[in-house]
């Protein structure tokens, strides 16, 4: 200690009762916000390395739904897939729910965020992250960044999975694209959603389940057959759900065709979830601790 | 050091939860660059106290100020100003000690050289430069203990908070720990601990407040506090059961142990009153002789009407 003892004080700027230390010392926190970003980030890309079981299990399940609904449901589903001449097989099949499992990678990953903030909650490191002069908002900030690198890896492999069992599309680089794009923001938004139960949870088997709705949602979408297949009722809450424009949107993209008013829908939808999901989780957060 | 401007100034402090009191009115000063010793046992408020102090929990009521700033109105001043290592263990178990120390040098804002050399120097000092590059899991409890003041001290606060932080460690973890905390003092830096072990404040506090039921009961030095309380006494062994009995009949508020050839005279503990007692004892009666003052513990019964919880910390670093 002696050596570093020599040196100045980080903090040692003299006390004073008047407001410049006061406007110093509260300016950190917007300053710093970037960089506290970056750094729970790289905190929890650390965590994601160090715990690579977890994301082995939240990849499995969209690729085990792929294998599933290819090969033992395909064939007869394919056959029901409207608007293709003397009707389709499990090759059209695979094509038509490769984006749905696209976004039930997007939906696996987000419940595994649920799960890993409200894991993170328990540790004694957050309320030291409570004590120091930092941007607060960093901690879920870091959260949510690392889960849409995490969901990038993901969809990247369950994509490769699809094309090994032979995806194919029209699709040009900026349909792609397109589809990265949209894959980012409905990550963002889902995992602002699902960092929100993770720290309304009272404790991490519940943060576990909530968020399984993101996991049955899809299949009362266009995700696996077409809405028009579903009786009323079902239909009319598939065709509206904020999922659907996300799916249809993916699929549009995917294969080539024009997007059409699901775009928009689906990018607003991204948005409202991921506004009220900050807000919720940001205010969960910030609420200073019962005990 | 500059006691106009004292690094907390506490006034009036409540805290109570529903129809449960906590804290009940606290006052405390604790000046620039000494340490304080918050003594209670558990339930006592101490960790409320840390935890308002450090901006973790709200005041009920009561005027606070932590390094010039109100705790209220000015949370980030104060947490620029403070560190803190708390009860249980605030390390990120799935990093390495490098990996911990590094996280708090960045959110701390040192520029990356001063980082660097920052982390290098916190993992020498603290005797974990073996296991650097091993998860903070692996660690034993007292390397744990280790590493958590690290990242408390990594960013060079002027004031720290320690939650008790000897609980559970080995008797040689107790005093590494407690070196490095006279370190930080020499160093110009304002302590703020709680403890529940007596000689643990004793040895490391300027003064000491003690805490019950959520009042100060007591406040001042470990001798002053010694001083308010009975307990102090002059322990004579005699040679033969003749001189003992003459003795005891000089001093009837005296007990005698006959079996042990003992006296035991109260004092004052003042130089006067020892040789009022010494001028009346026969030389060669007398095989020795101890004084002995008032420790902790009598004071914590004194002044509390109960024991100290936590006598197994004493016998631990006897």
Redesign the interface.
């Known amino acids: ?1 002696s ?3 020599s ?1 100045s ?4 700027v003299p ?3 008047d407001g410049s ?2 406007q ?3 300016g ?2 917007t300053t ?1 916000t970037v ?2 970003s970056a ?1 729970m980030l ?2 929890n890309l ?2 994601i390395r ?2 690579p079981s977890l994301s082995i299990l939240l990849l499995a399940q969209p690729i085990l739904f792929l294998l599933l609904f290819v090969y033992v449901f395909g064939g007869t589903l394919g056959a029901g897939l409207p608007g293709l001449p003397g009707g389709g097989d499990r090759s059209d099949y695979l094509v038509f729910i490769t984006p749905g499992i696209l976004f039930m990678t997007v939906a696996s990953i987000a419940l595994g965020t649920a799960i890993s903030t409200a894991t993170d909650m328990t ?3 957050i ?8 941007a607060r908002v960093s901690v879920l900030t870091g959260h949510v960044l690392g889960a849409v690198i995490r969901t990038g890896l993901a969809v990247v492999i369950v994509a490769a999975v699809a094309f090994l069992l032979g995806f194919r599309s029209d699709a040009g680089l900026l349909g792609w694209l397109g589809v990265v794009g949209l894959l980012v923001l409905i990550a963002f938004s889902l995992t602002w959603l699902t960092v929100g139960m993770g720290l309304a949870a009272d404790s991490v088997e519940t943060a576990s389940n909530t968020p399984m709705f993101l996991m049955i949602l899809p299949f009362i979408s266009s995700g696996f057959v077409p809405t028009d297949a579903m009786p009323a009722g079902l239909r009319q809450f598939a065709e509206h759900q904020p999922f659907t424009p996300m799916i249809n949107t993916l699929r549009a993209l995917a294969t080539g065709a024009p997007t059409d008013s699901d775009l928009w829908l689906a990018i607003g939808w991204c948005a409202l979830i991921a506004l009220l999901g900050y807000l919720w989780s940001r205010r969960l957060f910030l609420r ?2 019962a ?1 | 050091m500059a006691t106009t ?1 004292p690094a907390i100034e506490v006034a009036g402090l409540t805290k109570s ?1 529903d129809d449960h009191t906590v804290l009940d009115g606290v006052d405390l000063i604790v000046p620039e660059g000494t340490v304080y010793a918050l003594l209670g046992p558990n339930g006592a408020g101490k960790t409320t106290i840390v935890n308002i102090l ?5 005041p009920g009521a009561g005027e606070i100020r932590v ?3 109100d705790v209220r109105r ?1 949370p ?9 290592t ?1 009860q ?8 390495t000690g490098r ?1 911990n120390l590094r ?1 708090m040098a ?5 520029d990356r050289t001063t980082a660097t050399t ?1 982390v290098a ?2 993992l020498d ?1 603290f005797d974990l430069v073996d296991a650097a590059d091993r ?1 903070a899991q692996t660690y034993s409890g007292g390397m744990k203990r280790r590493l958590d003041l690290a ?2 001290l990594i ?4 004031l720290i908070f320690l939650d008790e932080p000897t609980a559970g460690l080995d008797p040689r973890s107790r005093r590494d720990l407690w070196a ?1 905390v006279r ?2 003092v ?3 830096v304002t302590v703020l601990l709680t403890t529940q072990y007596l000689d643990e404040a004793d040895q490391l506090a300027d003064r000491i407040g003690v805490l019950d039921g959520g009042r100060l009961v007591a406040e001042g030095t470990a001798a002053e506090l010694k001083r308010r309380v009975p307990g102090g006494h002059v322990s004579v062994q005699f040679t033969d059961a003749v001189a003992l009995a003459a003795a005891a009949a000089a001093h009837p508020d005296a007990s005698t142990d006959a079996d042990a050839l003992t006296l035991q005279v109260p004092s004052d503990g003042s130089i006067a009153g020892l040789r009022r007692l010494l001028a009346g004892l026969d030389d060669h009666g007398v095989a020795g002789l101890t004084v002995e003052s008032a420790d902790l513990d009598d004071v914590f019964l004194a002044l509390t009407g109960r024991a100290a919880e936590a006598r197994t910390a004493e016998e631990i670093s006897a």
């Open positions: 200690m050596e570093l003892a040196e004080r980080q903090h040692s006390v004073s009762h230390e006061r110093r010392g509260a950190m926190s710093y960089r506290d750094t790289r905190r650390l965590h160090r715990y540790t004694g490191i309320a030291r992250f409570r004590t120091l002069n930092i200073v601790p005990k | 401007n939860y450090s901006t973790l929990l709200t390094a010039g700033f000015e980030a001043g104060v947490r620029a100003a403070i560190g803190v708390g249980f263990s605030a390390i990120d178990e799935l990093l990996e996280l960045d959110l701390a804002h040192l920052s120097g916190m000092r998860r990242m408390t960013a060079r606060p002027r490095i370190e930080q020499a160093d110009g």
